[in-house]
């Protein structure tokens, strides 16, 4: 989990890892992170197993 902006480049592997899982990894109002965009920050990320993800991003609201 961090609230703040982050780089793709620090984040592509862990997110691909977390994935593979089976976990959910999303930025921290729960949209799906993108990469290779002309921004390539994420508003943050929030990883976690998939049961609890939605409630947790309704925490972070």
Avoid at 17 to 44: C, M
Wanted: net charge positive; aromatic share 4%; charged share 20%.
């Amino acid at each position: 989990l961090t609230l703040r902006r982050s780089w793709e480049w620090d984040i592509a592997a862990g997110a691909l890892l977390i994935t593979e899982a089976g976990a959910q990894v999303t930025d921290r109002k729960g949209a799906d992170l993108r990469f290779n965009k002309s921004d390539p920050a994420s508003n943050g990320v929030v990883a976690s197993s998939a049961n609890i993800h939605t409630q947790l991003i309704k925490a972070l609201a």
